[in-house]
């Protein structure tokens, strides 16, 4: 397994701002995952992060909404832009450390918009 | 259609008890992997326990054990000798197809379940 970390755990913003959410992985990962959890929900996939190019969205969310970046192996970013009340979720780094390995998640971050 | 079915939004068991959490799914790609996340309060996701749609025996690990009934297309969740650490919510995920690629990461998952163990 990895040690995922996610920053910051929790974060209480107004809206119109934007949050960047960190996750770092303790060791080289090729596949790097975020979801989101919307209160009461199940858990959907944003966007593929891919190493030295830009994110794959998945139907629903673009990139300006959530910008990604992945500058390396063991590092990326995801940001909310111009955050309203419904984008108060929990967000989720994934990451895949081989291909019959499940994905692993880090701690998540619990983000309230008010 | 709902990809992923967990019907029982709440359930509740008994200290040192046995429980079975149901999932059903919906596929029509003939290679695709079952998996269980628990995710407590606090908000993590925890891999439990991994199926493949190829392997030929249900899958264990420690107290927890997977009913895989391929036909019937369910992955029941057994969690054996109920602790109260186990009171969390319980996530069904299937991934589909066999190829490595981007979509790869993509896990369909279900409502859940949220599991009550009481002393």
């Known amino acids: 397994s990895a040690v995922i970390s996610q920053k910051p755990s929790r974060d209480i913003c107004q809206r119109g701002t934007s949050l960047t959410i960190q996750c770092q992985v303790d060791s080289q990962v090729t596949m790097m995952f975020w979801y989101r959890q919307q209160p009461g929900q199940s858990l959907t996939l944003i966007a593929t992060a891919n190493q030295g190019s830009e994110a794959t969205y998945e139907s629903g969310f673009v990139i300006d909404k959530f910008p990604i970046s992945r500058p390396n192996l063991t590092f990326s970013t995801l940001t909310v832009s111009n955050m309203s009340p419904e984008d108060s979720s929990i967000y989720l780094c994934s990451v895949l450390l081989g291909p019959n390995s499940p994905l692993h998640f880090g701690n998540g971050t619990r983000l309230t918009v008010t | ?119």
């Open chain 2, 1 to 119: 259609a709902q990809k992923i079915t967990q019907t029982q939004p709440g359930m509740f068991v008994q200290e040192k008890e046995a429980v079975t959490l149901d999932c059903t799914y919906d596929t029509s790609d003939p290679s695709y992997g079952l998996f269980w996340y628990k995710q407590p309060s606090s908000g993590e996701m925890i891999f439990l326990i991994y199926q493949g749609s190829y392997d030929q025996q249900n899958a264990t690990e420690g107290r927890y054990s997977l009913n895989f009934q391929k036909a019937r297309k369910s992955a029941n969740l057994v969690i054996s000798a109920s602790q109260l650490g186990d009171s969390a919510m319980y996530f069904c995920a299937m991934r589909e197809g066999k190829r490595l690629g981007t979509s790869y990461g993509k896990l369909t998952f279900g409502q859940g379940t949220i599991l009550t163990v009481h002393p």
